[in-house]
């Protein structure tokens, strides 16, 4: 991705699910499903940028896409991408 890339357009949204509401509460790791050209390095700053916290270290999953059985023929759901990412033990995201 450019240099130039706006915040908002690298992350995507929050993931929240039962083991993400855990992780979130207990350990301070937060899931984003992201643009999959974005690195590591784009994923903190834009995170940084748009919650206003410290992040210590951001892992990455590319999940791809599966295929649906649908009535008119097979399905091949899109490739995403998603990342967790470590906040300082004094910072937090407030979603709700």
């Known amino acids: 991705m450019p240099a130039n ?3 908002v357009h690298v992350i995507k949204h929050p993931l929240l699910s039962e083991k ?3 992780g979130m509460n207990e350990q ?6 992201v643009d999959p050209r974005a690195t590591k390095d784009e994923i903190k700053s ?6 206003k916290v410290r992040v210590e270290g951001v892992s990455t ?3 791809k896409g599966k295929q649906r059985r649908l009535k008119y ?4 759901e899109s490739t ?3 990342a967790v990412v ?3 033990k004094d910072d937090s995201i407030e979603f709700f």
């Open 73 to 76: 023929g097979l399905v091949t």
């Open 61 to 63: 999953q590319v999940r």
């Open 5 to 7: 890339v706006d915040a």
């Open 20 to 22: 993400n509401t855990f």
């Open 46 to 51: 834009a995170v940084e940028q748009i919650y």
């Open 80 to 82: 995403t991408k998603k």
């Open 86 to 88: 470590r906040l300082h």
């Open 28 to 33: 301070k790791r937060y899931a984003f499903l």
